[in-house]
DNA sequence: AACACTAATGCTCAATATGAGTATTAGTGT
DNA sequence: ACACTAATACTCATATTGAGCATTAGTGTT
């Protein structure tokens, strides 16, 4: 063997599960700085990435993964991930780390059941993505006001506008990668600071962190908090074309939950007799005939997902988004 | 550094380009064995696996590349590439291989330009993906009896009846990659015959062989065909939700042109009437007033991609398909 | 037992979008 | 002037979508 600086492959685990809550995703245990799980890849004893992603992954939480997709394969140096956390085949210095990001749903837990690790609400990292409330519309808000201070470029600017649905474009709930990406650029995010202070140290670190963390989200080891946004915006955008929901989703649900189930994933709110008709319409759905009345209203009957949403190849959900809130 | 055995990641561009015989794409040099142009990516000079990329398609074929986009990291073990291939910095015995696919669209070229390097069609290696003529029709039909000979299991024989629209369902162009995996499955593609020899030796490789040449289309190196479909797939699903038409078609264009373009990327027919429509009411192109008279038919208006176009985030075409052929 | 309250379910209606044609029209070549 | 060809213009029925009002079956209260 040579003595080449040698490639490690990293992988890293988006798990995520939704809880009443909301959408909540695993994090590894490491003391203080927080990350997802993750673990390198070992050439000799695994045959497949996915493989590996659900060894290390119920190694390190206990729990066993159901779905499981790639997302992508990061490789810009200076963004790679400190070797020193890399786990026991971790490498010496000078090797260069290549992170291959997966997503894995980790499905609904039951009444009293705990699910093993830590769980964090994913709008911790990124407030401004939900628009369910008031609270991620102004923190949307402040941050456009801070990129538009920042675009100068005519292309900047645009695309600030195309991300944050500005001056007539719609909001993309499954944009969240660009939206993040010109947060970093900009240097609105945590991690912009922390890798160009790689590079050159010279501003005034500590004052800027402290204003970004009002809005900018709670930052992430390594180039982790990217790997969320991909796999956020996968999730949201795989939601309306393949029957994804269901393997978040308890096994017999009432509409509304599962509304508010899309709801919290997507950041958005919908509307809900629309919503109703395209999931009846759909055939992804059949109702048990068993009721459900423990909200205080009208009972609501029990659907579970239909043969034909299992096959592979079925549709997705057509959200009928809500202009007004009621 | 330790004795263990190294990863090395392989890079595969899938270029593609449209003349005016279809979708072409650029092969690597290699005697005999066909194959797509790929590099091994190296750690110390290498940035960004996109810098990497755009470097060795350079370096091989003399060709600039404008749109590139990461496809998906393949890491199955018996699939990889023969190390021998890999070029300068390919690795000894033991070490694992890693490809990471890449797609890359080459823009159109000119009249009297010829392009560097082997073009081909890419239905070559995908015979039953071309559903605008009978022939590929034909080859579809073959593959699905024997597809439908082999499956066994339910969930076999519901794959294949939704990958290749099979009992109500409808064609969908864009899973190229389903249909090529249950081909690879089910042992009708020739690589998987060569991949099951490498461990146990057996079956009368040089009869099936054969036989599978006909409908099964040509076969790849290592598992370049699996990136072709990847990029194919692709390609074929974005065109329907962001302007990539745009970077392979010529800067002029009438509708027809880029009806035809689409057409045969897609491998499907469109109803012209309503290709036009949906085109003109998008916003995406403009009139330039110049006018082309070539066709021997009533002169058409060229086109050109507006600016709106341009702006990230801009949607797609949505595709009519034509039932009857006219 | 009647009443208010709440969430689920049902139904309507206008505005678009889509699929499938038929009808003109402006060039080319004879 | 005439046939031919492909481009462009319209039409029409049928979904699909966005928004909203109306009804209903439970729970808890007076």
């Known amino acids: 063997m040579s003595t080449r600086p040698r490639v490690i492959i990293g992988l890293s685990a988006v798990v995520v599960a939704a809880s009443e809550k909301g959408p909540e995703v695993l ?70 780390v290549v992170s291959v990001g997966y997503i894995a749903l980790a499905g609904s837990i039951g009444e009293g059941q705990r699910r093993a690790g830590i769980w964090a609400d994913w709008y ?82 500590a004052a800027q962190a402290a204003t970004l ?40 649900f009432t509409l509304s939950g599962l509304q508010d189930l899309v709801e919290v994933l997507c950041g958005v709110r919908l509307h809900k007799q629309n919503f109703r008709r395209t999931l009846e319409r759909s055939g992804l759905v059949e109702p048990t005939g068993v009721m459900h009345a423990e909200t205080g209203g009208r009972p609501a009957m029990l659907f579970t997902r239909s043969p034909s949403s299992r096959q592979s190849g079925a549709p997705g959900l057509t959200l009928p988004l809500a202009r007004r809130q009621d």
């Open 27 to 96: 994090l590894s245990g490491g003391a203080g700085a927080t990350g997802l799980p993750f673990g390198s890849f070992d050439p000799v004893g695994h045959r497949t990435f996915e493989l590996a992603v659900r060894d290390f992954v119920t190694a390190q939480t206990g729990y066993a993964l159901g779905y499981v997709e790639q997302l992508y394969t990061f490789g810009d140096k200076g963004r790679e991930a400190p070797l020193a956390d890399m786990g026991p085949a971790g490498g010496g210095d000078g090797d260069r």
């Open 213 to 252: 963390r009002a809005s900018g989200g709670e930052a992430m080891v390594s180039d982790h908090r990217r790997i969320l946004a991909t796999a956020m915006g996968r999730l949201r955008a795989k939601i309306r074309y393949r029957p994804i929901v269901f393997d978040l989703a308890p096994d017999r």
């Open 124 to 205: 911790r990292f990124f407030p401004w993505e939900d628009r369910r409330r008031e609270n991620g519309l102004e923190t949307a808000a402040n941050l456009v006001r801070d990129l538009q201070a920042w675009a100068t470029t005519s292309d900047q600017k645009s695309r600030v506008a195309m991300a944050f649905g500005l001056a007539g474009q719609i909001w993309q709930d499954s944009q969240v990668l660009d939206r993040y990406e010109l947060l970093y650029e900009a240097g609105l995010v945590t991690e912009a600071l922390r890798d160009r202070a790689r590079d050159h140290v010279g501003l005034n670190q």
